[in-house]
């Protein structure tokens, strides 16, 4: 169970903007049958603009990226004014002696996804990368990942704002270690935020992974939420709004999109972006278009023909700090 190391109360928190943004996009890019998977750069950048061409957004949620050619490069550009943090997708055996992934391998939990798309051939460092970390059940990633960078999985980066004090740290569901979030404590102003990748349905068609990871995202959050953190959680969750997988994440939290649940990829809306009831009032929702780049198709296109950089669509939620429930 994840703890608090804050010492702020939940009404005094100095660097909360008026107004703070969440992102969400599963940017398809740990696959050889991705969209664009040889432009890793093209997506970082489309991450990028979006937070250039707005100011309030203070959590980015992303799934599918791989340490090397996604999560280091998003660091780098956004810099010391950002905090990224990395969990590696560890392999999930599902039926018929396959796995879900890419990866092949079978060997056992202490593998992780390699990432398909990187093909630099790049022999492993000597030192892991520093945006890789543990989790509080004692899974440190940096034993399981060594020095590569051609690993898959999800990331969460959160902006440093006024009197942050961020402290990254992976999440396990303790109803399956293999399933978890990528999440960043900001115990300055007591935020917390964590990006998630629940399985598809044709790797959990009875459901009950994805409701025993939703039941172990929301009691872990709700347990900091009591602590006085005001919670963002989220990602690709591969399911429906009000299905039964995401039941559990209702309770105690609302959807940033609750007005509009409009459809984030072809087969609906699948990406979620989950609000505490405690301490934020709901300001809006978009789904956007990732594409917009030097190059790429306007958005006329992209409307009409798809997205090139994504099977998903980018999903944006914004908030408003207030005091008490």
């Known amino acids: 169970m994840l703890t608090s190391s804050g ?11 008026k107004h703070v943004t969440a992102l969400s996009w599963n ?67 599902v039926h018929d002696g396959q796995v879900e992934g890419p990866t092949t391998d079978k060997k ?26 543990d989790d509080e059940q004692g899974n440190d990633q940096r034993a399981q990942v060594g020095g590569k960078r051609d690993v898959a999985g999800v990331l969460v980066a959160m902006k440093k704002l006024p009197g942050s004090e961020l402290h990254p740290v992976n999440m396990s569901f303790v109803g399956d270690m293999r399933q978890g979030a990528a999440c960043i404590k900001d115990t300055g102003n007591l935020l917390f935020a964590c990006s998630s990748h629940f399985l598809n349905k044709g790797a959990d068609k009875s459901e009950a992974s994805r409701t025993a990871s939703a039941r172990n995202f929301r009691d872990q959050t709700v347990h900091l939420q009591a602590q006085g953190y005001r919670t963002i959680i989220g ?13 559990p994440l ?14 984030t990829h072809p087969e609906g809306k699948l990406d979620h972006i989950f609000f505490s ?19 790429l198709p306007g958005l006329f296109t992209i409307q009409r023909f798809g997205v090139p950089l994504s ?10 700090p207030v005091s008490g429930w």
């Open 27 to 93: 940017v398809c890019g740990g696959y050889e049958g991705c969209v664009e998977w040889n432009k890793p750069q093209w997506k970082v950048d489309q991450v990028v603009k979006a937070v250039k061409d707005d100011p309030s957004v203070a959590v980015v949620m992303l799934q599918e990226v791989c340490l090397g050619l996604h999560a280091e490069p998003l660091q780098e550009a956004l810099g010391d004014g950002w905090q990224v943090q990395f969990r590696a997708a560890p392999v999930v055996p």
């Open 235 to 247: 990602g690709d969750l591969n399911a429906r709004p009000d299905s039964k997988p995401l039941q």
């Open 311 to 320: 099977d998903h669509w980018m999903l944006k939620g914004t908030v408003e």
């Open 7 to 17: 010492a702020a109360s939940a009404a005094d928190a100095p660097g909360l903007p």
């Open 277 to 295: 009831d405690y301490g934020w009032d709901l300001v809006g929702a978009s789904v956007e278009y990732p594409g917009i780049v030097e190059g």
């Open 108 to 133: 056992g939990l202490e593998n992780v996804h390699a990432c398909l798309s990187d093909k630099r051939g790049l022999a492993p460092e000597a030192t892991p990368s520093p945006l890789l970390g």
């Open 250 to 263: 209702y309770d105690g939290n609302f959807e940033a999109d609750v007005n509009l649940q409009r459809s």
